[in-house]
Each structure stands twice: as C-alpha cells, then as structure tokens.
T-cell receptor
Framework: QKEVEQNSGPLSVPEGAIASLNCTYS??????FFWYRQYSGKSPELIMS????GDKEDGRFTAQLNKASQYVSLLIRDSQPSDSATYLC????????????FGKGTKLSVIP | GAVVSQHPSRVICKSGTSVKIECRSL??????MFWYRQFPKKSLMLMAT?????????EQGVEKDKFLINHASLTLSTLTVTSAHPEDSSFYIC?????????????FGQGTRLTVV
C-alpha cells in the first residue's frame, strides 16, 4: 500500500524566512512527485513537480528529491504571508491508471 | 493553460435528495477524470477513476450505487450523489488528465462544497 507521510504542522515561520516542508513515501517504485498548495476552501493548485533526484527550482520554490531515502521536500524562500496555506505532497507510482496518492498536508503559517 | 471547470461550487440539499456535480475540461480532451472527496483538515481521498466511454473504477469502500459517475464525453464527467445524507457533506474535487504528454495531476476543478441538511 502506497503511503505518503507529512508532518501536519502547523509550521510557523516569520516573513522573509525559508519554509521547509518534508514528505516521505513508502513505494520505492514511485516515479513522479508533486507539491500542491491548497488555500482553505479551495482546491489544490500544482506548484512544483519533480521526477529525478536532485533539486528543481522555480522562482522562490525549490523541490528536492532523494529516491534512495524516499524523501521529497519543498523549500519556500522569502516566505510571504500569502504563502500561508496547506501544502500537499503527492506521488504517482507509474501505473497506467495515473492515480495520485496524497499526503495529509502540512499547514504553513507565515507570520508578518 | 488548461482549465477544468467544476460546477456548482456550493450546494445545499435536503437529506434524501440527489445532487449532480459537473466537471468539464475546457480546452483539452480529458481521457481520464478522477473524483476526490476531502473532509475538513484531511487530505484528498480518491473516490473513483473514470475513463471516457467506460465504467468508473471505484476505490475500496466507495459505494458505486451511491456515487454515480458518468464520463460520456471527453470533456464532461459528472458525479451524482444519490439519496444524500448528512455524512455525505464534504468537499468534492475533480481532476482531469488529457492524452499522453499532459502533465499528470496538474488540472483540478474548483471543488464543490456539498452540505446535506
């Protein structure tokens, strides 16, 4: 059974700091990894996807993947109050159904 | 970019009635659609996967006779909650995937907040 684990938080960081969000997973065969941001009452919004080991940067966001350790993280630099949301980690195992497995999410609060 | 439109965004219905939620892909052909439900402060739970023109595949524990899914065209899938009860109150979200080459998991509808009274 595929599992995706996230610390539920809340994670509080001051404005301008780096927020670090972590995710571990159980299925070694997982191929694709995604980070979503979800504001309260809204649906998830894809912010980063990563497929190979290493870092991937997009603006203030950096996703890091370590398949050997079954670990994926998201760093948010220069955190802003507007980044306050729940961040969901998800993975795709590579099976033909293209289903995603989601973690429970980490609630991030950026304090002005 | 690709857009998935979900309607309605909010619905309140009486216990025992049925509610239909629509999910449309506006500028691509959605070969597969996924339906999720999300309880407060919980993650998304996949309810079913539907491929155009075929029966939906339901996850374990999801009642297929209660949550009717139709994916009759490449741009429209519907979820009907039949004989709704208060415990069906939740946030329902659809996600669409196009044919090969489209980013997996990128396209979510806006979600539907269902409240059964």
């Amino acid at each position: 059974q595929k599992e995706v684990e996230q610390n539920s938080g809340p994670l509080s960081v001051p404005e301008g700091a780096i927020a670090s969000l972590n995710c571990t997973y159980s299925d070694r065969g997982s191929q694709s990894f995604f980070w979503y941001r979800q504001y309260s009452g809204k649906s998830p919004e894809l912010i980063m996807s990563i497929y190979s080991n290493g870092d991937k940067e997009d603006g203030r966001f950096t996703a890091q993947l370590n398949k050997a350790s079954q670990y994926v993280s998201l760093l948010i630099r220069d955190s802003q109050p507007s980044d306050s949301a729940t961040y969901l980690c998800a993975l795709y195992s590579g099976a033909g159904s293209y289903q995603l497995t989601f973690g429970k999410g980490t609630k991030l609060s950026v304090i002005p | 970019g690709a857009v998935v439109s979900q309607h309605p965004s909010r619905v309140i219905c009486k216990s025992g009635t049925s509610v239909k939620i629509e999910c449309r892909s506006l500028d691509f052909q959605a070969t597969t659609m996924f339906w999720y439900r999300q309880f407060p402060k919980k993650s998304l739970m996949l309810m079913a996967t539907s491929n155009e023109g075929s029966k939906a595949t339901y996850e374990q524990g999801v009642e297929k006779d209660k949550f009717l899914i139709n994916h009759a065209s490449l741009t429209l899938s519907t979820l009907t909650v039949t004989s709704a009860h208060p415990e069906d109150s939740s946030f329902y979200i659809c996600s669409a995937r196009g044919p090969g080459g489209y980013v997996i998991g990128a396209f979510f509808g806006q979600g539907t907040r269902l409240t059964v009274v």
